[in-house]
């Protein structure tokens, strides 16, 4: 069973910056696609991007040229980082693995001031 565990969320200006991480527990990490999603008050959970593997990595248009993901295969976590933050923004975050039935981690909570 993977466990997930994510964290780096906080408060943050508009325009900030932050850096979220998720370790993964189980599984074989090196080989999965890693996927954030995140969840804003009222709304439904949204992909933000996901990394495969090979590191290959995709996002949504509404985070396309502001965020990252990456990888450390070694540490068993994939990083969301998140540049010239908006009000939008503001969320729950988790990471999950794309393929397979995980149960979701507690998720970071990112509040992003205007």
């Known amino acids: 069973q993977v466990r997930l565990v994510e964290s780096g969320g906080g408060l943050v200006q508009a325009g900030g910056s932050l850096r979220l991480s998720c370790v993964v527990s189980?599984?074989?990490?090196?080989?999965?696609?890693m996927a954030w999603y995140r969840q804003a008050p009222g709304k439904q959970r949204e992909l933000v991007g996901y990394i495969t593997g090979g590191g290959s990595t995709t996002y949504a248009d509404s985070v396309k040229g502001r965020f990252t993901i990456s990888r450390d295969n070694a540490k068993n976590t994939v990083y969301l980082q998140m540049n010239s933050l908006k009000p939008e923004d503001t969320g729950v975050y988790y990471c999950k693995p794309v393929i397979g039935n995980h149960a979701w981690g507690q998720g970071t909570q990112v509040t992003v001031s205007s």
């Open positions: 189980g599984g074989i990490f090196r080989i999965e696609t």
